[in-house]
């Protein structure tokens, strides 16, 4: 909650300076990223299912299905995309300064200590996890399946 609150906040906050973009490209790029996150977030929460938890560790079972085979931490990722999103619709240069500087590095920090939960977890199974799916970014060789991870089946 708090997080929405701060985006409101910097959307509003008075007389900043613009992001430095034609008003067209900022449009259907914003649109575009938010979209895209909001669908990558989406896709990972639902893939995760019920067991989802906080703190990186989601009951029993390693979740390795779905968007989970493609990358790691679809749902921080989605959020970085969806909030630069936000930050161009709202032609907003505070929000992206402190999503660029502030929330991206926290998600990326995030993400690493809910691997190290998952490791002390799951022990060899995430290690081998880790080591066949990146964290954020999709390999060239399974960027083809990235398709198939959004087919709601």
């Not at 995760?48 to 029993?60: A, I, P, T």
């Not at 679809?74 to 959020?79: K, R, T, Y």
């Not at 660029?100 to 977890?121: A, G, H, N, Q, T």
Request: with cysteine; hydrophobic share 50%; glycine share 10%.
């Amino acid at each position: 909650m708090g997080l929405l609150v701060a985006i409101v906040l910097l959307c509003i906050y008075p007389n900043q300076p613009g992001v430095p973009l034609p008003d067209e490209v900022k449009f259907f790029l914003g649109l575009i990223l938010l979209s895209f996150g909001l669908a990558l977030e989406t896709r990972g929460s639902m893939d995760l299912g019920v067991k989802r938890s906080v703190g990186g560790v989601c009951g029993d079972e390693l979740i390795v299905k779905g968007i989970y085979r493609t990358i790691r931490h679809p749902q921080n990722l989605g959020g970085m995309i969806w909030i630069l999103g936000v930050a161009l619709l709202a032609n907003s240069s505070y929000l992206l300064l402190a999503h660029l500087f502030l929330w991206c590095p926290l998600l990326v920090v995030e993400s690493y200590i809910e691997d190290m939960d998952l490791k002390r977890k799951f022990g060899r199974e995430f290690e081998r996890y880790a080591r066949e799916v990146p964290m954020f970014f999709p390999r060239a060789r399974v960027r083809a399946n990235i398709i198939n991870n959004f087919n709601i089946n």
